[in-house]
């Protein structure tokens, strides 16, 4: 009864601590000059999907909402909630997919099978959520036309392939790389000092 109320406070422990370091990478935020400026990069994701393969792809997604949240809580939003909103959608989208496939599979290909899976979920997500939901939103909290937001002669289909597309396959790449290098390394490490 002991072990399993100190697992349950330390998994709370661990799980707390990633997600503060999550938020705290929302304030590293990298514009790139080839996306539209409501489309930047950060690193906050990778702590999420940490606690989705420790712990399990609920978790991840729970804390995914708790992550931005918070990020609206702390830091504001220029959306007004919009731009955190996707981000909780389409980032649970990756976060369960690809640790849902991570640790249902033991061998070599789940890294792979995880990324594909992962990267699926997030890309088709992105053109979906973006097409019926987050554009139309986000144009009527701006108080713009959609062409305002995705640029004048350019149809809703031709920006998600050239725009939304490219750039959460470039975020599947920047969420799932470097944390599965550390996940592995922790592992080993972990398995050295078990031995």
């Known amino acids: 009864m ?6 349950k406070f330390s ?15 929302m304030y590293f935020r990298v514009r790139v000059p080839i996306f539209p400026s409501f489309l930047d990069f950060d690193l906050s994701d990778i702590p999420i999907f940490f606690i989705g393969i420790m712990f399990s792809p609920i978790l991840g997604v729970l804390a995914m909402g708790i ?4 990020v609206f809580l702390i ?7 919009v731009g955190e909103f996707a981000n909780f959608l389409m980032g649970s989208c990756f976060v369960f997919a690809a640790s849902f496939v991570f640790n249902r599979k033991n061998d070599i290909g789940k890294y792979i099978l995880s990324f594909l899976s992962g990267m699926i979920a997030l890309v088709v997500s ?25 640029g004048e002669g350019t149809t809703i289909f031709k920006f998600l392939m050239i725009t939304i597309v490219p750039y959460n396959i470039i975020k599947a790449i920047i969420i799932f790389v470097p944390t599965v290098f ?5 592992k080993k490490i ?3 000092n078990n031995s």
Do not use: C, E, H, W
């Open 2 to 7: 002991d072990s399993r109320v100190n697992f």
């Open 11 to 25: 998994t709370k422990v661990k799980i707390s601590i990633l997600v503060a370091v999550s938020v705290v990478l």
């Open 67 to 70: 992550k931005n949240i918070l």
């Open 75 to 81: 830091m504001g939003s220029f959306t007004s909630g």
């Open 126 to 150: 992105g053109v979906l959520l973006n097409y019926f939901v987050i554009l139309p939103v986000y144009a009527k909290v701006l108080g713009v036309s959609i062409s305002g937001i995705i």
């Open 182 to 186: 550390i996940f592995s390394k922790v």
């Open 190 to 192: 972990n398995s050295r």
